[in-house]
């Protein structure tokens, strides 16, 4: 694929005039959910909200307080992400707790090796899907991470769900991480790690059946953005 749509063309489901719109954007890890979901919101005067920040949340905090991931249970994330809101900054809703936003600390590696493993818990996703529904009830929104289309908003305005080439994935991720072209050796070694990715988040990251296919893998973001855009611009009747 080379970033075309799929066929038959998007066509958008009835809707209420001045009700918010939602758009909501699926995807393997590192197909450019979040930083496009951002740039769209911001394009288009809605909201941003990253599901995936919310385990990461749950996952930082209850690092903080135990230790021992191996011995993790449901309750245990729960109890430590227990006052996690949304809280609005620039164009995105941000997890935050009672001392402020969470920051940088839901992007460390360490919540990054662990939060596959929280993510499949099914009260923590109940907790997430819910927090990020209420999200949805005043503000138009971007919505981007699991089962965004198929289960949190299977009746979203607009379903998006971004893939890329394992490699171009892997290649992306590290420019970000390093700030700096990757070696092909390391560039292997991260599409192997995202291949494993891929198949614990099996489950979690299933197309909709009405959900619009874009293949990143030959696009620049710029493109991506505009693409959704225009897309959202027919739900709007613009």
């Known amino acids: 694929m080379t970033g075309r749509e799929q066929t038959p063309p998007f066509v958008p489901r009835p809707r209420r005039a001045g009700t918010p719109i939602i758009v909501a954007v699926d ?6 959910k979040s930083s496009t979901a951002h740039w769209v919101a911001q394009r288009l005067g809605f909201r941003h ?3 995936g920040a919310l385990y990461r949340a749950a996952t930082a905090l209850a690092l903080q307080t135990l230790p021992n991931p191996g011995s ?17 900054a620039d164009a995105s809703m941000v997890p935050a707790s009672a001392a402020g936003e ?20 099914p009260r923590v996703r109940e907790w ?40 171009e994935r892997a290649r992306r991720r590290l420019m970000q991480r390093l700030s700096r072209a990757p070696s092909d050796a390391e560039i ?13 988040d099996a489950t979690q990251t299933v197309q909709a059946r009405d959900a619009v296919l874009i293949d990143t893998t030959y696009l620049t973001q710029e493109e991506q953005v505009e693409r959704i855009v225009a897309l959202v611009g027919v739900v709007g009747g613009g």
């Open 49 to 51: 909200v990253d599901s």
């Open 72 to 88: 993790w249970t449901e309750g245990d994330i729960l109890d430590a992400a227990r006052g996690v809101t949304l809280r609005e």
């Open 102 to 121: 969470l920051g940088e600390i839901v992007r460390s590696p360490t919540v990054t090796q662990h939060v596959s493993r929280v993510a499949q818990m």
């Open 128 to 167: 997430v899907n819910e927090l990020v529904r209420s999200a949805a009830l005043e503000h138009s929104v971007v919505v981007d991470g699991r089962d965004i289309g198929t289960v949190v908003f299977p009746d979203a305005d607009l379903k998006v769900f971004l893939v890329a080439d394992p490699w």
């Open 188 to 200: 292997a070694a991260e599409t192997e790690h995202l291949v494993q990715r891929d198949a614990r």
């Open 27 to 32: 995807g393997p890890a590192a197909s450019g």
